[in-house]
T-cell receptor
Framework: SQTIHQWPATLVQPVGSPLSLECTVEGTSNPNLYWYRQAAGRGLQLLFYSVGIGQISSEVPQNLSASRPQDRQFILSSKKLLLSDSGFYLC????????????FGPGTRLTVT | GDSVTQMEGPVTLSEEAFLTINCTYTATGYPSLFWYVQYPGEGLQLLLKATKADDKGSNKGFEATYRKETTSFHLEKGSVQVSDSAVYFCALSPMESNYQLIWGAGTKLIIKP
């Protein structure tokens, strides 16, 4: 069976500090990978997706970046956090190729102070 | 472009009441349709899905029928419990895939004992 991990679970960072969130998937090969952000009480905003190693598509302009150094690893980064970066960050995966359902990790709660 | 519209929440019901959360969509062809549930502080879980017209998805007492004629995928449950309190998201996978899902805004459900 497939499992998706995210860490850390919670993070409190000062404005201007760097960020690195990690997501890994087990039990599948060549998945599509996704980073979403969810502001408090709001819906899902797709930030990045990847269909293969080194292939990253960005959905919104921002000070965040994503990388996929290994097949089942997806990293979300920032060099300098803003207050507006606070939120709940969700990683998801789907089977490679045509997208059907996505499967989500437990999320990371980021608070920028 | 493709879109998903959900009824605005919060929806507040008493325990054992009948639940309907409306979801309508705009899409070309025959997209796949999904309902996800998000419990407080957690990631999203796939609740049910339907991949073609007249399909009925069901899980944990929840049901939704893919209605092509009304472009709808309403979520229903005959008798809700306090533990069903969560945010429910409707989503579709377009036929012309770009690896993404199109998401509704989410509907918060509150069940009172």
């Amino acid at each position: 069976s497939q499992t998706i991990h995210q860490w850390p679970a919670t993070l409190v960072q000062p404005v201007g500090s760097p960020l690195s969130l990690e997501c890994t998937v087990e039990g599948t090969s060549n998945p599509n990978l996704y980073w979403y952000r969810q502001a408090a009480g709001r819906g899902l905003q797709l930030l990045f997706y990847s269909v293969g190693i080194g292939q990253i598509s960005s959905e919104v302009p921002q000070n965040l970046s994503a990388s996929r150094p290994q097949d089942r690893q997806f990293i979300l980064s920032s060099k300098k956090l803003l207050l507006s970066d606070s939120g709940f960050y969700l990683c998801a995966w789907s089977w490679g190729g045509r997208t059907y359902e996505q499967y989500f990790g437990p999320g990371t709660r980021l608070t920028v102070t | 472009g493709d879109s998903v519209t959900q009824m605005e929440g919060p929806v507040t019901l008493s325990e054992e009441a009948f639940l309907t959360i409306n979801c309508t969509y705009t899409a070309t062809g025959y997209p796949s349709l999904f309902w996800y549930v998000q419990y407080p502080g957690e990631g999203l879980q796939l609740l049910l899905k339907a991949t073609k017209a007249d399909d009925k998805g069901s899980n944990k007492g929840f049901e939704a029928t893919y209605r092509k004629e009304t472009t709808s995928f309403h979520l229903e449950k005959g008798s809700v419990q306090v533990s069903d309190s969560a945010v429910y998201f409707c989503a579709l996978s377009p036929m012309e895939s770009n690896y993404q899902l199109i998401w509704g805004a989410g509907t918060k459900l509150i069940i009172k004992p």
